[in-house]
């Protein structure tokens, strides 16, 4: 018996250890079901959907987290998609809060769940290039909620203006940044191009 | 040593796979999560109107963030707003209607005209629900403490800059900083890759005598350029888009973003010798700036869109000790506070303010887009405002020094900033230097020109 409760202490350490672990599995937890077509699409039901993605995590590549406030692999190789860790990434944010189609030439409105593994057809800079039926470019003076900005390498939604003239952010930014919302500038960086979803209800 | 029976081994053996097992399940159980332990909180937004023009009519508009519907529709929420006529007395309740767009916001209250036209302007806050849950938030949260404070522009200073011609910036007077990137003393640190994008020194200050400290947050330490040389202080910071600023004893504010695994806003104090004073929270969720306060560190937050001091006298104030003293601007020494406001594509309202009265004005409009205020600050008896102005691929600061009569001094400065920073961290003004942080593929720099006018 003690040599079993030894063995079992061992074995508990090594479990901890990170190549013990099935590496990743997060992704383990997802699923892929088929999303619901929606008829409606609101400003306000975006920033509740980005909002609560919050505090997930990002994953380059990745879409798919739950909702228990930690991201539940923060370390990953940053730019590793083979990581399946929790979150998104910035595009697969926003394809998920957009409602998009995996099929780029639909323009209808799918509603993903968080747990939904999926990331969709888009990078940054397709978005910025407005590319796909859904998107499209917009004067950065005149984006709104739930717009984006998007640059060659980073897409982050307008949660909300403020005084200051910047704009509140809900971006996957980074693998060590996560998911959350950010104060940026993103508006006035040359860089940075305005693109939006058409087919909002409200 | 005795040798192992078939017994012990066994029992071993099996230890080690029930152990394996035992600990990977845990594991997956506190990591991975399955079905959903926990929903996000409430969350607002909105953005006073600070400064209001004569006879406006003024509708307050608030966006209420719930957790997820499982049917995809909005949040259902619904708040009232407590709001008086000028800056004391008794709060008058007003429900908010909730309307079909959420563009700028679904629910909505517009004011009635005797509060609005009120001489001394008008304060209010509010109280939001999600109807499904039953929780409540509040905006402000200082509530009737620290309640939203609006001020009428009575006869404000008029300044058309008419159209930005891009592309005359006015050459600094001095570089006083360059540093190449790198991990060395002298040198400045650089993350990020080509795909992701690069971030460099986040912030920096200047102290009065010159002295330019940087921020090197990605090697966790701030650099500081003197006439005695360099010197390199390690700091125990994240490593995110941290601002920075100086007190006058030497002390040093981080103020840093969330993080993967710090989900909220805190600021790190910090002694002269970079030895850790103190860490506290921010009492909202989201940070615009950083300004060192005649008596400690104050920030620029939202979803209250209000300055918030973070410390009084080298001593930490928790979260609700920050939202009771919230103020709607940044203040300054003699009791004095800079408001900003930044309306439409073109527009900015300034104003400076004694107590809760306003003392002098201006309303600068622009037929080029207006963004992001990077600074506004008293100098002697003017007001020194750097804002930007762009197009959808241009840019370009303005400063514009501002007196009674108008426009002081005015000149353009170009931005270079290849590595991304703090937001409104690009400039400091000390004396009557306004210094700029950029940079470039090749390294960092910190420029300084001279505001001083003769007029």
């Keep these: 018996m003690k040599m079993f409760l030894l063995a079992f202490g061992v074995g508990f350490v090594l479990a901890g250890a990170t190549g013990a672990q099935a590496y990743h599995r997060f992704w383990a937890n997802c699923n892929y079901d088929a999303p619901t077509f929606m008829t409606t699409m609101t400003r306000d039901a975006g920033q509740d959907y980005a909002n609560a993605a919050r505090y997930e995590g990002y994953q380059w590549g990745g879409g798919c987290w739950n909702y228990d406030d930690v991201d539940s692999y923060p370390y990953d190789a940053p730019g590793d998609p083979s990581a399946h860790g929790e979150g998104g990434d910035c595009s697969g944010l926003t394809f998920k809060t957009w409602r998009e189609s995996t099929d780029n030439w639909r323009d209808g409105r799918y509603y993903w769940r968080a747990l939904r593994n999926v990331h969709g057809p888009y990078t940054a800079g397709d978005f910025k290039n407005g590319l796909g039926a859904p998107n499209h470019v917009v004067a950065k003076s005149t984006a709104g909620v739930m717009d984006a900005f998007a640059s060659s390498t980073h897409i982050g939604m307008i949660f909300f203006r403020t005084l200051y003239g910047g704009d509140q952010i809900v971006e996957a930014k980074c693998e060590a940044c996560g998911t959350n919302i950010f104060y940026r500038t993103y508006r006035s960086d040359p860089s940075y191009g305005g693109v939006a979803r058409w087919g909002w209800t409200g | ?455």
């Design chain 2, 1 to 455: 040593m005795r040798r192992p029976g078939i017994r012990s081994l066994a029992g071993g053996a099996a230890g080690i796979v029930a152990g394996v097992i035992g600990g990977i399940a845990l594991t997956s159980a506190s990591t991975a999560g399955g079905p959903a332990l926990a929903v996000p909180g409430l969350e607002a937004a909105h953005v006073p109107p600070v400064l209001t023009t004569m006879d406006e009519p003024v509708t307050l508009r608030y966006a209420i963030v719930c957790p997820p519907r499982a049917d995809g529709e909005p949040c259902d929420g619904s708040g009232s707003v407590f709001v008086r006529a000028g800056q004391s007395g008794s709060f008058r309740r007003l429900a908010l209607s909730r309307g079909e767009s959420s563009a700028e916001g679904r629910y909505f209250v517009e004011l009635p005209h005797e509060i609005v036209a009120s001489p001394d302007g008008f304060s209010y806050y509010a109280v939001l629900s999600d109807d499904a849950s039953g929780a409540t938030v509040m905006v402000p949260a200082g509530g009737d403490m620290a309640p939203q404070r609006s001020f009428p522009l009575r006869d404000p200073t008029e300044v058309v800059l008419g159209t930005h011609t891009f592309g005359h910036g006015r050459p600094p007077d001095e570089r006083v900083v360059t540093a190449p990137w790198g991990s060395a003393v002298g040198e400045a640190g650089l993350a990020g890759s080509r795909e992701l994008g690069f971030s460099g020194p986040s912030s920096f200050d200047v102290a009065a005598d010159g002295t330019v400290a940087v921020l090197d947050q990605v090697n966790a330490r701030v650099e500081r350029w003197s006439r005695a040389g360099i010197q390199a202080i390690d700091l125990q910071v994240s490593g995110g888009l941290a601002d920075f600023a100086l007190e006058p004893d030497g002390t040093m504010d981080v103020l840093e973003p969330p993080t993967r695994t710090t989900p909220a806003p805190v600021l790190r104090s910090f002694r002269a010798d970079g030895s850790p004073r103190w860490a506290q929270r921010l009492s909202d969720r989201t940070w615009a700036k950083l300004g060192a306060g005649p008596v400690g560190p104050t920030v620029q937050q939202q979803p209250s869109e209000q300055w918030l001091p973070v410390a009084e006298h080298g001593a930490a104030l928790g979260r609700s000790a920050q939202a009771a003293h919230g103020r709607p601007g940044r203040p300054f020494a003699g009791g004095r506070e800079v408001l900003v406001e930044r309306v439409g594509g073109g527009e900015l309202r300034l104003a400076e303010l004694a107590g809760n009265v306003l003392l002098r004005s201006w309303r600068i409009t622009s037929a080029t887009p207006l963004g992001e205020v990077q600074l506004a600050e008293p100098h002697g008896n003017r007001l020194v405002v750097v804002t930007k102005t762009y197009t959808d691929d241009r840019r370009e600061y303005v400063v514009l020094v501002l007196d009674r009569s108008g426009v002081a001094n005015s000149f353009a400065v170009d931005s270079p900033e290849w590595a991304e920073s703090a937001p409104l961290a690009r400039f400091r003004l000390t004396g009557s230097s306004l210094y700029r942080l950029g940079s470039t593929r090749a390294g960092l720099f910190v420029d300084r020109f001279d505001v001083e006018v003769s007029r």
